[in-house]
C-alpha cells in the first residue's frame, strides 16, 4: 500500500506540473478587445496616437485560438489623406490577463498584396472568426493597478535594466550614482519610461520580448532600453514621467 501510495501522488504532481501555463483559460473575442482598448489608450497617452477615434464604435474583427487571438479594424484610425486604414492585433493571454503583443498598421490600397499585410489578414478572416462592435474609451487619463507581486518583479527587472545600460553604453555618472525617476506602468504595457536626471535623457524600457508569455523579458530577465529621440514626443514623454513617476537612485559599479 505504501507504494501504491507514493506512485499515485508522484503521478498526481506529475500531472500538475504537465498542466503548467496551459491552465490559463482559453481567451475571448470580449477579453480581446478589452485588451486592444486598453493598448488604444497607452498609445493615446504615452506615444501621442493622434487618430485614434476615441469614443467611437469601431468594427473589429477577431478570431480567437486558445490563448491567442487575432483582430483587425479598418475604421479605428482616422489617418489624414489616407482612405482606408487596418490596425492588426495580436492579443495573448498570459497567467496576468491579456495582453497585446503585436499591433500593425496598413495602408489597406497602398499595401494590399504585400506579404506582411496578407498574412495578418489571413490570420483574422479564417474559419472561427466573428464581427464584435467595440465602443473606444472617450479618455484615457492613466489609473494605474496596484502594486502585485508580478509588479514587483516586473519593476526589479527595469530597474536592473536600467542598471545594466548606464553601466554599458550611458554616461558613467559622478560618483557611481544616478537619480532616476521611474513612470509607472500597468502589466500589459509595451513600454516603460523613465527620466534620467543628470542628462536629462528620456529612456524607453521595452516590456515585451521575443517570449510573448514573459514579463520579465525573457529568459534573459532584461529589458531592452533605449533613448527616445529628442522632439515633441520625448518631451510629452517627459512630463509623464514627472507627473506619474518615482525617484530613485540607481548605483553604478
Request: hydrophobic share 40%.
Amino acid at each position: 500500500m505504501r507504494g501504491l501510495g507514493a506512485g499515485l501522488i508522484a503521478a498526481f504532481l506529475a500531472a500538475l506540473l504537465a498542466v503548467g501555463p496551459a491552465a490559463t483559460a482559453d481567451l475571448t473575442p470580449a477579453q480581446a478587445a478589452d485588451a486592444v482598448k486598453r493598448h488604444v489608450c497607452f498609445s493615446t497617452t504615452w506615444w501621442g496616437d493622434p487618430y485614434v477615434r476615441l469614443g467611437q464604435a469601431v468594427t473589429v474583427d477577431v478570431r480567437v485560438d486558445g490563448h491567442a487571438a487575432y483582430l483587425w479594424s479598418e475604421d479605428m484610425r482616422a489617418v489624414p489623406r489616407v482612405k482606408r486604414w487596418a490596425d492588426s492585433y495580436v492579443v495573448v493571454q498570459r497567467q496576468g490577463g491579456p495582453v497585446v503583443t503585436q499591433r500593425s498598421g496598413y495602408n489597406v490600397d497602398l499595401l494590399r498584396g504585400e506579404p506582411a499585410y496578407e498574412r495578418e489578414r489571413r490570420r483574422v478572416y479564417a474559419p472561427g472568426g466573428q464581427r464584435l462592435a467595440v465602443t473606444l474609451p472617450t479618455t484615457c487619463e492613466p489609473r494605474f493597478q496596484p502594486d502585485s507581486p508580478l509588479k514587483a518583479e516586473m519593476r526589479a527587472v527595469l530597474i536592473a535594466s536600467l542598471t545594466n545600460a548606464v553601466r554599458t553604453w550611458g554616461r558613467r555618472p559622478a560618483g557611481g550614482q544616478v537619480r532616476m525617476t521611474i513612470a509607472d506602468f500597468d502589466i500589459d504595457y509595451p513600454e516603460a519610461f523613465a527620466l534620467r536626471q543628470d542628462t536629462g535623457e528620456v529612456l524607453r524600457i521595452a516590456l515585451l520580448s521575443a517570449d510573448p508569455m514573459s514579463y520579465t523579458g525573457g529568459r534573459a530577465r532584461q529589458y531592452v532600453v533605449t533613448p527616445a529621440a529628442k522632439g515633441p514626443v520625448a518631451a510629452k514623454l517627459r512630463r509623464l514621467i514627472l507627473r506619474h513617476g518615482q525617484t530613485r537612485v540607481i548605483s553604478v559599479r
